[in-house]
């Protein structure tokens, strides 16, 4: 949302949000990925959003906070907060040592607090559980991010599990494409649905896909 020049942005503006999810809030949700992200919902103005994967909110925090601005809308956050389960199928020895020392803990009570001051509690619906338990709430899904576990496994089973439910028009993000372990989960989605985007890592190598829904 633009403001005049020399001018902060409004007190609770998706670009304040934005701003503040970066500085306040644990993740890896570039300011690239998020203005993608607000830009999107913006114009496709979802009513059924879904992440799976929300961490430290990062990225479900301006999804919300653009939703708010349009009037109409709510996301649906899947996420355990819990090393387990996180780390129930292998990636790599690096990557699940890494996860099973993370303060689940400190970082859910942090994102909490953090959509209740601001006040976005109305748009963001927190569902505590796995991704594969999840599934059957949803009769249709307008607009899906998929950041979960990044194992072959819970990758590819996320997109076959959530991808269905994605009524055809509607968008898809999968982040990590970069991942070996994500190339499969990736290569699923790519037989039902066209690039919009594509951003990059900092060796300019494919990093994040979004994309639309254009066949069952």
């Known amino acids: 949302m633009s403001s005049k020049r020399g001018q902060s942005a409004e007190p609770g503006s998706v670009r304040e949000v934005l701003c503040l999810a970066e500085e306040k809030l644990e993740g890896w949700c570039s300011r690239e990925k998020a203005a993608a992200l607000v830009d999107l919902i913006r114009q496709e103005k979802p009513d059924i959003c879904v992440e799976i994967g929300i961490f430290g909110g990062r990225s479900i925090v301006p999804c919300a906070a653009a939703l708010r601005e349009n009037g109409s809308g709510v996301v649906y956050g899947i996420e355990t907060w819990s090393p387990a389960v996180a780390t129930e199928h292998f990636t790599s ?28 509690t109305r748009q963001i619906r927190v569902l505590e559980c796995p991704s594969r338990e999840a599934y059957v709430l949803f009769d249709r899904i307008d607009f899906l991010h998929i950041d979960g576990a990044h194992s072959v496994f819970n990758a590819a089973e996320d997109v076959v599990l959530y991808a269905k439910k994605l009524k055809v028009g509607g968008i898809v993000v999968l982040d990590d494409i970069d991942w070996p372990t994500t190339g499969p989960a990736h290569d699923i989605l790519k037989s039902i649905a066209d690039p919009v985007l594509t951003l990059t890592n900092k060796d300019g190598l494919p990093a ?8 069952n």
């Open 208 to 215: 994040c896909a979004f994309m639309r829904k254009v066949r």
């Open 93 to 120: 020895e690096e990557n699940d040592a890494w996860w099973k020392e993370v303060d689940f803990p400190g970082i859910k009570r942090n994102f909490l607090a953090f959509i209740a001051k601001h006040d976005l």
